[in-house]
């Protein structure tokens, strides 16, 4: 396989990979933003419709369905139709997939029948109750949720905000169903049947919905929680054998009803809003992944063409020269390739930088697990593009000046890979590194962490120890996977000691062991462990190492003025 073909592989499953990363990520931030923008567009004329048809339905219960009120009624009921219909058929038609959406195509196709409903009204083929039912059937036919409230965009608060609507409607529908016996001189025992059990449904869900609400509206529902105007009347309708008292209902009914409205209102706007910070989290996540895959696929394509250039550079010394050896663009072209990898990390750092100041302002949880796991894939396409710049004979910008807790640098090594929750890092002897091998033993660990995760079985952990010893300091890797055959051990040793690459792809990981290890002379063995599994020693040189005392500066330490120290604990702490 060629070389060319080889970089358009690699080249082509890094594109792939940050497809994987990007889309997903992507996809929710549009999802999110639809919900809001369609909510936002929708609400109010969905809201109008609603309280049309509970208007209509109450007077088309009544004994004066054929009249002007009702006539009038159901010419604002069109109109609010209308207003819905000509709102969901603007560009907002395009994002589709929201709640709100979809709950006005629903209740517009519903209210398609309303003319059948309406003539039959007007014919008398329906009873007072199916009347209702009717309608009810428009509104909410499942009797599970109403259109006025969009799950999507109200976080955590969708649930109570569901039964305070659904406690609303119910409200309504037993304002109609007593229309519906207006001017009998008493109550049958089916209607106080039917009063009764929507008054219990009402009251459920009302109390239900507490739980849930946003907390600045919690005490506005505290206070209709607490008033019993309604419930006292309503209680005299159901035990009275009298003319019911109607007027009394009406004068309570007016006022819950409203007051419920307008704090499913207020509700609906602090839910929205608190859910605002995670919409916004969402797309500079999608942004972060999209972008950080974007740089790491670029800074690949220039160490490529570096490569090719490297390839081509020798192809021409074995053939006779065409020109001048001063026309070779070679010389001019490596300090700008150079640069440009070193902008591509630094456009990283900044991405890492922002997550973690994110990250420190918010306190929700769920957030917070988004934050983290966006971090730690930067953190990840970092590991690749700062190793494919080292592979190439570049330097990464980023260094440490000071000497650095090498524990710190163990727990950095296990965050750089996918599976870091399964790496025990805690019986590592503590000494400082030198700052200038802070980069190279890092990724190096990555490298022989990541490759025992990927063998040993998933349910088990990987452990690291270490300890300083006369000759240096020995780091071990241990797990419990199928370890090596002989053979394996010995091309092993053969690939990380030869600074030519292997033509396999299956030692390209210890291939680049070899060669960060080399470059700050650490010598890595592998030999299958007595107990199973392959145990990895890794022992960094004396002169590397120093003690640790009790001024040994830690991540945490905010004394510490070395500026770059903050980019070690921006890893550990994604």
């Given at each position: ?271 929205a809003g608190a859910a605002t910070a995670h919409a916004v989290l969402t797309v500079v996540r999608a942004g972060v992944v999209g972008g950080v895959g974007l740089i790491a696929v670029i800074g690949v394509l220039l160490v490529a063409r570096r490569s090719g250039n490297r390839a081509t550079t020798g192809g021409e010394k074995r053939r006779p020269a065409a ?252």
């Amino acid at each position: 396989m060629s070389t060319r073909t080889k970089v358009i592989a690699g080249l082509a499953l890094l594109v792939a990979l940050w497809a994987a990363a990007a889309v997903p990520a992507l996809t929710e931030a549009v999802q999110v933003m639809s919900a809001r923008v369609t909510a936002n567009h929708l609400g109010r004329p969905i809201g109008a419709l609603v309280l049309s048809l509970e208007a209509e339905r109450r007077l088309s219960a009544g004994d004066r369905a054929a009249g002007s009120e009702l006539a009038a009624q159901r010419g604002h009921t069109d109109q609010a139709r209308q207003a819905l219909q000509a709102a969901r058929d603007t560009w907002i038609k395009s994002l589709a997939g929201s709640d709100s959406l979809r709950q006005a195509d629903d209740l517009l196709s519903r209210t398609g029948e309303l003319a059948g409903v309406r003539s039959a009204v007007d014919d008398r083929q329906l009873s007072h109750d199916r009347a209702v039912d009717a309608y009810t059937a428009l509104i909410d036919p499942a009797g599970v949720e109403t259109p006025t409230v969009f799950p999507d965009q109200l976080a955590g608060s969708a649930a109570g905000l569901s039964a305070l609507s659904r406690s609303r409607e119910l409200l309504a529908e037993e304002d109609a169903q007593l229309a519906a016996v207006a001017g009998a001189t008493k109550l049958t025992d089916a209607d106080r049947v039917r009063l009764s059990t929507l008054a219990g449904a009402r009251r459920s869900l009302f109390a239900s919905a507490g739980t849930d609400l946003p907390a600045d509206s919690l005490d506005r529902y505290r206070e209709l929680a607490g008033d019993t105007g309604l419930t006292t009347v309503e209680s005299a309708l159901l035990r009275g054998t009298g003319e019911p008292d109607t007027a009394a209902w009406s004068a309570a009914y007016n006022r819950l009803n409203t007051a419920l409205w307008e704090l499913q209102n207020s509700a609906n706007r602090e839910a929205a809003g608190a859910a605002t910070a995670h919409a916004v989290l969402t797309v500079v996540r999608a942004g972060v992944v999209g972008g950080v895959g974007l740089i790491a696929v670029i800074g690949v394509l220039l160490v490529a063409r570096r490569s090719g250039n490297r390839a081509t550079t020798g192809g021409e010394k074995r053939r006779p020269a065409a020109g001048r050896a001063g026309d070779d663009p070679r010389p001019r072209l490596d300090p700008l390739l150079r640069d440009l990898e070193r902008r591509n990390q630094g456009l990283l750092h900044r991405q890492l930088r922002l997550l973690d100041t994110l990250a420190r302002r918010e306190s929700d949880d769920e957030t917070l697990g988004d934050l983290f796991r966006a971090d730690h894939l930067a953190n990840r396409m970092r590991r690749n593009l700062e190793k494919s710049i080292t592979l190439a004979g570049g330097t990464p910008g980023r260094r440490w000046r000071r000497p650095v807790p090498l524990a710190e640098v163990v727990r950095a090594a296990a965050s750089e890979i996918t599976e870091y929750g399964r790496v025990s890092t805690s019986q590592v002897e503590a000494v400082q590194l030198d700052g200038v091998a802070v980069t190279d033993l890092m990724h190096l660990l990555a490298e022989l962490i990541e490759n025992a995760t990927t063998f040993a079985p998933a349910e088990t952990r990987v452990r690291v120890t270490g300890a300083n010893l006369a000759t240096g300091y020995r780091l071990t890797i241990t797990d419990v996977g199928p370890g090596m055959t002989e053979d394996d051990l010995a091309t092993a040793a053969q690939v990380m000691a030869d600074p030519v690459p292997p033509p396999s792809g299956t030692w390209w990981g210890l291939y680049s062991v070899g060669r960060f290890a080399a470059r700050r002379n650490i010598t890595v063995t592998l030999h299958n462990g007595l107990d199973g599994g392959l145990a990895v020693e890794v022992t960094v040189p004396a002169a590397l190492i120093s003690p640790a005392t009790d001024e040994e500066p830690t991540l945490g330490n905010p004394t510490l003025d070395d500026p770059t120290l903050d980019d070690l604990e921006s890893v550990i702490n994604g």
